[in-house]
């Protein structure tokens, strides 16, 4: 099984600051057919499902705002959340796609400093 | 616009069976793969089943291997998920999930609003 390892657990940001957080595999993800990641990230708020941020490591989904971007490629990767905004105060989940089971990062918690 | 409303949680006892659906609507159904997630209370995500478009291909989480079954109704744009045996560690929100592809090796690009099952004496 492909092991997801996200750090930190826990973060604190002031508004207009950067977050940053991190996700490690435990093997690549790294699709050579395609040259894809399969690496995707997701923003969950309280009482809410998860909502698919970035796919393939560094792809936003339709609609996510500019401030989101994602990078890496292999094992380790990361997501950016360039000013943060009181909006997006949530769980970050990141999730390998590779193979199964599928496997998701045990979350980071963003809060506003 | 694309909607997955799952339906069937509640509280069962441990042994007991449990059978979950998701109704899908606003996209061509049979064109996807299509999961199950689980939260359960205050913890993160675990994925818990995957059947890919047809139906043909399905991979189980080790937790549920042997107890749960996924199956889709393609005609009727349904999801399911049969529990059986179920145990207290099965207690959680499940939501069924849209995969990007049609394989299941994909992002889950939509995800439905949860139902809750509780597995309690």
């Known amino acids: 099984d492909i092991v997801m390892t996200q750090s930190p657990d826990s973060l604190a940001v002031s508004l207009g600051e950067r977050a940053t957080i991190n996700c490690k595999s435990s093997?690549?993800?790294?699709?050579?057919?395609?040259?894809?990641?399969?690496l995707a990230w997701y923003q969950q708020k309280p009482g809410q499902p998860p909502k698919l941020l970035i796919y393939?490591?560094?792809t936003r989904e339709s609609g996510v705002p500019d401030r989101f971007s994602g990078s890496g490629s292999g094992t380790d990767f990361t997501l950016t959340i360039s000013s943060l905004q009181a909006e997006d105060v949530a769980v970050y989940y990141c999730q390998q796609c590779y193979s199964t089971p599928l496997t998701f990062g045990g979350g980071t918690k963003v809060e506003i400093k | 616009q694309v909607q997955l409303v799952e339906s069937g949680g509640g509280v069962v006892q441990p042994g007991r069976s449990l059978r979950l659906s998701c109704v899908a609507s606003?996209?061509?159904?049979?064109?996807?793969?299509m999961h199950w997630v689980r939260q359960a209370p205050g913890k993160g995500l675990e994925w818990v089943a995957l059947i890919s478009y047809d139906g043909g291909n399905k991979y189980y989480a080790d937790s549920v291997k042997g107890r749960f079954t996924i199956s889709r109704d393609n005609s009727k744009n349904t999801l399911d998920l049969q529990m059986n045996s179920l145990r207290p560690e099965d207690t959680a929100v499940y939501y069924c999930?849209?995969?990007?592809?049609?394989?299941?090796?994909?992002?889950?690009?939509?995800w439905g609003q949860g139902t809750l099952v509780t597995v309690s004496s």
């Open positions: 393939w490591a560094s």
């Open positions: 606003g996209f061509t159904f049979s064109n996807y793969a």
């Open positions: 999930a849209r995969d990007r592809g049609y394989s299941g090796y994909d992002s889950f690009d939509y």
């Open positions: 093997q690549s993800v790294l699709y050579s057919s395609n040259n894809e990641n399969y």
